[in-house]
């Protein structure tokens, strides 16, 4: 059974930094590119960060380049989101995902997210 169980969200001032985890078991993690998403009230979820199965690719969403950093420990089975400079408009519900082909695409599991709320 896949899971992937995120962690290190919280609330923080604007301008402070959070850095979140996401744990994952039950499948071959090395195979599987990675990605975090969110998704703020009211919104539709998006897009914030993606890694490839090595950690030799990354993408970023616009509004957070610069600002955020994906990496990744395959030898842990943990995939990182380093968020400096937050903003109030960062506040959301993060999740991170795996997929078991490449960044782009859908993905194939789910984590049941973490909230991070940035205050102003």
């Known amino acids: 059974q896949v899971q992937l169980v995120e962690s290190g969200g919280g609330l923080v001032q604007a301008g402070g930094s959070l850095r979140l985890s996401c744990a994952a078991s039950g499948l071959t993690f090395g195979r599987y590119a990675m990605g975090w998403f969110r998704r703020a009230p009211g919104k539709e979820r998006e897009s914030v960060a993606a890694i490839s199965t090595s950690g030799g690719f990354t993408k970023y969403a616009e509004s957070v380049k610069g600002r955020f950093t994906i990496s990744r420990d395959n030898a842990k089975n943990l995939v990182s989101l380093q968020m400096n400079s937050l903003k109030p408009e960062d506040t959301a519900v993060y999740y991170c995902?795996?997929?078991?082909?490449?960044?782009?695409?859908?993905?194939?599991?789910w984590g049941q997210g973490t909230q991070v709320t940035v205050s102003s």
């Open positions: 995902a795996a997929n078991r082909n490449t960044v782009a695409g859908a993905y194939d599991y």
